[in-house]
């Protein structure tokens, strides 16, 4: 189980891969870039998602609302070369 800070974007929840700023990705965005089936726990429901990295015009839109709602995540943007990804985790039907 990895706790994360998530947003809602419509349906869909955003989530970054931010590891601290680290020039590597998460081990657990690396599983889901492997497998994209997952399941999230939000609010004691556990839902069916498909993860997907956010296109570039997404992250831009849904970059500043995860900065707003976790100031740090710009703080590790600025520790790394590496762009850190936005993911999508959308529930399957």
Not at 36 to 49: G, M, R, S
Request: charged share 20%.
């Amino acid at each position: 189980d990895v706790p994360l800070v998530y947003h809602r974007d419509g349906h869909r929840f955003a989530v970054v891969a931010a590891y601290g700023g680290s020039d590597v990705d998460p081990a657990w965005w690396r599983n889901l870039q492997a497998n994209p089936a997952a399941t999230a726990l939000v609010d004691n429901a556990t839902i069916a998602v498909t993860a997907a990295k956010a296109n570039a015009d997404e992250r831009a839109r849904l970059w500043p609302h995860l900065v707003a709602m976790y100031p740090y995540f710009a703080e590790y943007q600025q520790r790394t070369t590496r762009e850190i990804p936005v993911v999508l985790l959308t529930p399957q039907a």
